[in-house]
Structure formats: C-alpha cells, structure tokens
C-alpha cells in the first residue's frame, strides 16, 4: 500500500498516457511536504513611530468594513426607486389635471401662456441681443401675458354676471 502516493496524479498521468487501466503499483513521485507559510504582522503607524524614536502623537484611522449589499438590498432599492417614480407620475397627473380644470374655471389658455414663457426663455438665452433689447422685448411679452390674464378675468366677471342674471 502506497501512503505518500497522490492519486489524483497516477489517475491524471494514466489518463495522459491514454491507457485503459490505473496500476497503483507502479512508482510514482511522492507528495512534497507542504511548507509552512512565512509568519508576518503588520506594524501600526503608532508602533513604527516609537521604534524611529519619535514621541509624537501619530493619529490613526480604524480599519472599517463596509458589508457588501444582498440581492436583496439590491431588488428592495429598486423596488422603492420604481414605487417613487409611480408616485411622482401620479402627483403629476394629479397636478396637471388640477391645473387644467383651474385654468379652464378661470378661462385661461394655457396653450398662449407656455408659448409666451418659452418665447421669454429663448430671448433670455439669446447671446446676439443686448442686455437692453432683451429686457424690451421680456417687458413686452410679459404685458401680452398679463393681457390675457386681464381678458380671462373679464370673461369670468361676464360668466359670473350671466348666472347670477338667470337666477
């Protein structure tokens, strides 16, 4: 019987050889001895300090460890992410329809005022006009603004006077 044989090499070394049988018995090298490994440590900053001589006071951090996340944690996350994004689109529609039926109450059109707040944005942004030219032309945008807010209130005194007539 064979005690410092690796079988896993005669097997190998057989199968290499392409035969069809594994005889133990033939020699085979033997297992070297596992050596052990060389005994280090690491000295602190603190430590390396004293042995230089120095005295001073040598701060230092202490090793932390961050766990990694789970797939769990991972699918929670995205889970809350999706729930937020739901809920965000939601209070947006919300939003949107209540905004709509506001302006539709006090006869706004909505339409004319987004218009005019991208004309005001793209004369804000404009690099070719003057400081000057551009307040004009801001100024004149937000008077037509105002007029149709103007006119929105007075279609909505007029709606108000004919309902309260037909009462």
Known sequence: MMINANYAEIVANAKARN??????????????????EKDTFTLSERAIAKMRGSDS?????????????????????????TQISEEN??????????????DKRLGIDREKLEELNAMIKAI?????????????????????????????MDIQKEAKQTFSEDE
């Open 89 to 102: 689109t939601q209070s947006s529609k919300f939003n949107e329809m209540m905004l709509s039926i506001l």
């Open 57 to 81: 006071m040598v701060i230092e951090s202490a090793p932390t460890y961050i766990k990694p996340k789970t797939a769990r944690e991972f699918f929670a996350e995205n889970t809350e992410l």
């Open 19 to 36: 035969e069809t049988y594994v005889s133990f018995d033939k020699a085979v090298t033997p297992i070297n001895a596992i050596t052990a």
């Open 124 to 152: 804000a942004d404009d690099e070719n006009l003057s400081p000057e030219e551009k307040q004009k032309a801001i100024e004149k945008l937000e008077e037509i603004r105002e007029k149709i807010i103007e006119e929105s």
